[in-house]
């Protein structure tokens, strides 16, 4: 260099012709000194100013330089295509790489949103819930945590907390055959509390000696409450003798039924309940803090069964007059992986109802901090999946999975930022993309 370049301009070097030298040559740290001479352009700008003194014009090439190469890197390095036909009346943020808005329509059901805590799920649901009700459509939010109540503050939307429910899971809904709803309640409340084929099959009989003992099939009007199903297990162990196998299989039911009547004994003291099919035309906040993991997620999975069987007893299909959005968070706890990998028993009855009721205008949206915990019914029939800043490797890549995300769609969901989601649709535009949720006070 000192070849073609006077001594009293090399940098550092001492001269008796200081006056010379220009007073204020550029600086440039160890990091951004190796930036600039690998990139040939900004590094010939540089030696123009070495050797011609500090001139503004140079200073600002060289930053214009690095600043172009670092966005050329920067867009190179972004694994995102730019989305197209994703706007939607229901809306869910805005596209990242050009600002577009991203919503789905009423009709594309479900909805899954994943995120660590602080990540922008509670706000993404409560903009959500918020849309349904500007377009009438009324919701039904499970909260576990007391959180929506205040988070909403929408005089729009009615309150009960759990100690004012009254609901008799045994009362069959309006239309549907008894005989079927039998079943599908004892499949609910085997898959939820592991009974397995034996005990099941001796719950369904008590059930139906007790529909037979209330005239249920002759349409009386009249139900057992789980009171009354406690009672008659009892009164046919009664009559078996202690060592036999049948009745270890009534005992193991009567133990179960017991256990939920003590979790909830004033929701379940009741013959006929609240209408369930008429309590959620208006939108509602079901406040369910402080039971049991095991049976709030019994009773979220079997209000959610009685709502789709109603449904599709009463051919709800394809109608926007019976819309209902269905809000739950930590869905993790209503609907386990760990359910469908049962050696001994099937896929649970509610995934098969959830994958059907779509058709009947009941939209599931499910929010949860660990997606690898989450049954996959819910991720295979989930219309829009939204993936927020993750903390655990395996549900990354669990959800990478689940979104068919490339290797490098994968390593950059690492950077997300709180407000920042990888989205996904199952329809319009099928390739993930990035969004931005505005925060709302």
Request: glycine content about 6%; some cysteine; charged content about 20%.
């Amino acid at each position: 260099m000192s070849d073609f370049i006077p001594d009293e301009y090399i940098p550092g070097q001492r001269n008796r012709r200081r006056g010379n030298m220009p007073s204020n040559r550029p600086r440039f740290s160890n990091g951004n000194l190796r930036a600039v001479w690998n990139n040939d352009n900004a590094a010939i700008l540089m030696l123009n100013s070495l050797i011609f003194g500090e001139d503004d014009n140079i200073n600002e090439l060289i930053q214009q330089e690095m600043m172009t190469e670092t966005m050329c890197r920067e867009i190179l390095d972004y694994p995102f295509d730019v989305p197209q036909n994703i706007d939607g009346p229901i809306n869910l943020g805005y596209a990242e790489i050009n600002g577009d808005p991203a919503g789905i329509f009423p009709k594309e059901v479900h909805t899954l949103i994943v995120g660590a805590s602080n990540m922008g799920k509670s706000t993404l649901n409560k903009r959500l819930m918020r849309q349904y009700m500007n377009a009438n459509i009324p919701i039904l939010v499970i909260d576990l945590e007391n959180e929506y109540q205040s988070l909403l503050n929408d005089n729009r939307i009615n309150v009960l907390d759990v100690s004012g429910l009254k609901w008799n899971p045994l009362e069959v809904p309006p239309g549907m055959d008894p005989v079927l709803y039998r079943q599908i309640f004892c499949s609910v409340f085997a898959d939820q509390l592991g009974l397995l084929i034996a005990s099941k099959s001796f719950l369904l009989k008590a059930i139906d000696g007790l529909y037979k003992l209330y005239g249920v099939y002759e349409g009386s009007g009249k139900f057992p409450s789980l009171y009354e199903l406690a009672d008659f297990l009892k009164k046919m162990l009664e009559r078996m003798k202690s060592n036999s196998r049948t009745y270890t299989y009534g005992e193991v039911c009567l133990n179960r039924v017991e256990g939920f009547i003590l979790a909830l004994p004033k929701v379940l003291d009741c013959s006929t309940g609240m209408p369930l099919h008429i309590l959620t035309r208006g939108s509602t906040i079901l406040k369910l803090h402080g039971i049991d993991f095991e049976y709030q997620s019994l009773l979220v999975n079997l209000i959610l069964s009685w709502l789709c069987c109603h449904r599709i007893a009463n051919g709800m299909r394809n109608n926007p007059a019976y819309d209902l959005a269905v809000f739950i968070d930590e869905a993790q706890r209503m609907f386990d992986s760990a359910l469908e990998h049962r050696q001994l028993q099937g896929i649970p009855a509610i995934s098969h109802l959830i994958a059907s009721v779509r058709k009947y205008n009941l939209k599931i949206c499910v929010s949860a901090q660990q997606p690898s915990l989450l049954a996959s019914s819910i991720k295979a029939n989930s219309f829009c999946k939204v993936m927020l800043g993750l903390g655990d490797g395996g549900d990354i890549m669990d959800m990478s999975s689940s979104m068919f995300l490339t290797p490098e769609q994968t390593y950059y969901s690492r950077k997300l930022e709180t407000g920042q989601a990888i989205v996904k649709f199952a329809g319009r535009w099928t390739e993930p993309f990035i969004i931005r949720i505005p925060y709302e006070d």
